[in-house]
């Protein structure tokens, strides 16, 4: 069990988490949570979802109010972290000041990555992934009449749709030869794309931006390497994000695509863990690292660390799910269907509910489901226990897909 002032170095998600689920596990000493943003630690999906399209106020997006931090005594700290000092256990904050950590928590999170494109920095090319970006892309979206959004992955698409449902003309430019090809099967992207299409997006693929156009101090357009210009007064962003590892790197600890950590979420250094989307952890579920971005990977994480941290150390074993809202359509994920070899479909696309079951060596690897949550939740359910379902079953609708869990 750890002893001394636990330091967590970020506010999202999975930051917010360890400091709720110390204090749940009875931890009785000093907690510091640091958080570089001018707002009390917020919920991230909203950004590009309820919140763009207007539903809400800052303050409805808070995990809790401030009264919380005080009750819990959780010492909410508005600074940056600077360095570490692992000889010293202690953490060097932006302002000058220090704090003495018995054990730091790195839940640094993730980034935008940035376009390198010339004209990239005016103004009205706008990314969206902290509350600022996203409350300046609602209040743009309300003036704006034409918008490129460069990427078509989760972020490009929800925006894209909030965009086109407000009124404005869409284009949306990616490189890969689908929509979300990077996160979800065929089945499913040709499902969102001809979805988008039909709302009026126009989806350009296997193309990408070589340039912002500017009339002087205002997008004017992009241009794109098949030679197409595309007017546009608004550009948005969504091509990635990189993980924050450098405070980490600076202090000799490994890292490659993320924080290296163990099955338990320790760094090389037994006083500091990283979580969340900074995080390549190791998996005994999936044979090898992985780092998730996902609000189930980062509150998991979470609590394991804070398990861990109160006497009860255990392999994080989480079961991946992500979620999507795009227009009308709501995407879930159960799983991972990298590297999946049979796709079996479930429902009824017309109808816009059915689902993608995913299988790897006549194994269910992962359920992509659109407009159908309860074969998500059976999908959560049946994977978190390692088991299965044939392939014939998955598409056969007088299945009983609960009994298969009995």
């Not at 959780?74 to 940056?80: M, N, P, Q, S, V």
């Not at 969206?128 to 009449?145: F, H």
Request: hydrophobic fraction near 45%; charge should be negative; proline fraction near 3%.
């Amino acid at each position: 069990m750890t002893q001394g002032t636990v330091v967590i170095v970020g506010a999202g998600h999975a930051g917010f988490q360890v400091a709720a689920s110390l204090r749940q596990h009875g931890y009785g000493e000093r907690i510091c949570l640091i958080n570089d943003e001018a707002h009390l630690p917020y919920q991230r999906p909203p950004l590009s979802k309820a919140y763009l399209k207007g539903e809400g106020r800052p303050d409805s997006l808070m995990f809790r109010p401030d009264k919380f931090y005080r009750d819990q005594n959780i010492e909410l700290i508005g600074d940056r972290a600077a360095f570490v000092d692992r000889a010293a256990g202690r953490l060097l904050l932006a302002s000058g000041s220090f704090l003495d950590y018995g054990h730091l928590v790195l839940a640094t999170g993730a980034r935008n990555r940035l376009l390198d494109l010339p004209n990239a920095n005016l103004a009205d090319v706008r990314y969206l992934r902290i509350l600022d970006e996203s409350e300046a892309l609602r209040q743009r979206i309300g003036t704006a009449r034409h918008v490129v959004v460069i990427g078509a992955g989760f972020i490009g698409l929800e925006f894209a749709a909030t965009a086109r449902a407000k009124g404005l003309e869409v284009d949306v430019v990616e490189l890969g030869t689908r929509v979300m090809a990077r996160a979800v099967t065929a089945e499913i992207s040709e499902y969102f794309q001809a979805r988008h299409t039909a709302a009026g997006i126009r989806i350009h693929l296997g193309v990408q931006a070589t340039s912002i156009e500017s009339n002087g101090a205002d997008v004017a357009g992009v241009s794109l390497s098949d030679g197409r210009h595309l007017p546009a007064d608004l550009v948005v962003v969504g091509v990635g994000v990189l993980p924050n590892v450098e405070l980490a790197a600076e202090a000799g600890l490994p890292v490659a695509a993320g924080i290296v950590v163990n099955e338990q979420l320790l760094t090389s250094d037994p006083n500091i863990s990283a979580i969340g989307d900074c995080a390549l952890f190791a998996s005994p579920r999936f044979g090898g690292s992985l780092r998730l971005e996902s609000v189930q990977n980062a509150t998991d994480h979470a609590r394991c660390v804070a398990a861990r941290l109160t006497g009860d150390a255990r392999t994080y074993d989480g079961m991946p799910w992500f979620w999507s809202d795009q227009g009308d359509d709501k995407l879930q994920i159960a799983g991972l269907t990298t590297g999946y070899d049979r796709v079996v479909e479930r429902g009824d696309r017309q109808a816009r509910s059915f689902s993608a079951f995913c299988y790897k060596a006549g194994q269910l690897v992962g359920i992509e489901s659109v407009n159908r949550a309860a074969d998500h939740v059976f999908g959560r359910k049946i994977l978190g226990l390692n088991r299965s379902i044939e392939p014939e079953q998955a598409a056969d609708l007088s299945f009983d897909l609960k009994a298969a869990l009995a």
